[in-house]
């Protein structure tokens, strides 16, 4: 691939026209583009308008400097040279700078005699000393050596976007496009796998047919007959309960994964999923309690009601267990916490999915394969 970069040059003009024209014919030798503001005259803001355009599209700028300080931007009180070293700084191009190294013996017509413009010009070359490693030349063959030299090892050593012609544009983009789309397909396999395998260390978590158990819930049984009607239960005796006991549910992973997760096909905020959980236990402690010590009241013509109560701690357990199997995530809401009572919310994850429609799939009896 032929990659051309494009340098813009900075200097005087009129005290520098020979060393200017024998960079500007030997950069192409290097495979550069060079852009020099030859024809376009240094002489208000809109001209500093069009060079900052320049400037923002090449790869490298050369700032060539001798004994005059350069034409000052009216009002501004600094070189059309300084200001386009200070904008290349500005956006992180690369600067090399070449600085006459005997001013003193440049011809009078070529150095400012004005001692303010002199001061200019001093800190000018300071300022290109302290940041930079200057490259000193004696006369436009020295200067196009070591211009040739330094462009070369900037070239090697901080290659730049450059400049390439269109067929090879479009042999790079039918490559990229090559690369891109098998990193698509590799994505979708890797995201085909993730939904079918359990996150990295989870066989040691608790799963499956392993037990789940929540042991001396305390029950009791009440007469709906004995119930107030009002829903607030302020300032109303509380009804004692018909009769009383403690029971212990057991509960596997799956059972849970079965009962559970088809409520988060769509999210559902922390409350909910609270409450999700609740209803679910709530109905097995139910089961049991009438299974094991409460079934002598269903022939009694009452309709009756368990009242129990679950820790906090149970409901915890389930969704971080849930959550560390890869069954679930939790995002983070997009509305605005001013706006959104809760900003955490549960959903059911791709493997998720996969392990629910496996708990529901009927599976083959391996004594008739």
């Known amino acids: 691939m032929d990659k051309r970069y494009q340098v813009f040059i900075s200097s005087t003009y009129e005290d ?3 060393e200017r024209q024998r960079v500007l014919k030997v950069l192409p030798e290097l495979k550069c ?3 020099g503001m030859e024809l376009f005259p240094a002489s208000d803001k809109k001209s500093w308008d069009y060079i900052k355009k320049v400037i923002n599209n090449c790869d490298y700028c050369i700032v060539i400097s001798a004994g005059k300080y350069g034409t000052i931007i009216d009002g501004e009180q ?7 070293y200070d904008y290349a ?3 992180d191009i690369p600067v090399l700078p070449f600085i006459h190294e005997d001013i003193g013996s440049i011809s009078s017509s070529k150095v400012d005699s004005d001692s303010a413009i002199r001061d200019k010009l001093n800190n000018f070359h300071k300022k290109l000393n302290s940041n930079h490693l200057c490259n000193f030349f004696q006369n436009k063959d020295d200067l196009v050596l070591k211009v040739s030299m330094s462009i070369l090892q900037l070239s090697e050593e901080n290659p730049a976007a450059g400049w390439i012609r269109t067929s090879d544009a479009d042999e790079i983009y039918a490559q990229d496009k090559v690369k891109l789309l098998d990193q698509i397909e590799f994505l979708k396999k890797k995201l085909q796998s993730d939904a079918t395998q359990p996150p990295p260390g989870s066989e040691e978590f608790a799963q499956g047919d392993d037990i789940f158990e929540i042991k001396n819930i305390p029950v009791e049984l009440f007469s709906r007959d004995d119930l107030p009607d009002s829903d607030s239960i302020e300032d109303i005796d509380q009804p004692k309960p018909v009769d009383s006991n403690k029971v212990t549910i057991k509960l596997t992973w799956d059972e849970i994964i079965k009962n559970i997760l088809p409520k988060l096909m769509f999210k559902q905020d922390n409350y909910q999923f609270g409450q999700i959980i609740k209803d679910f236990l709530y109905t097995r402690i139910d089961d049991k309690a009438y299974g094991s010590f409460f079934g002598k009241y269903l022939e009694d013509k009452r309709y009756y009601t368990i009242s129990s109560c679950i820790n906090e701690e149970y409901i ?9 199997l890869g069954c679930i995530k939790y995002v983070k809401s997009s509305v605005p916490a001013l706006l959104d009572l809760e900003d955490l919310y549960w959903q059911i994850t791709q493997y998720g999915e996969f392990k629910l429609m496996s708990a529901f799939a009927i599976r083959k009896n391996k004594r008739n394969l």
């Open 89 to 91: 700084i500005e956006k």
């Open 33 to 35: 583009i060079p852009i």
């Open 78 to 84: 600094i070189s059309f040279t300084e200001k386009e």
């Open 316 to 324: 915890n357990i389930i969704k971080y267990q849930l959550l560390v």
């Open 16 to 18: 520098l026209i020979d």
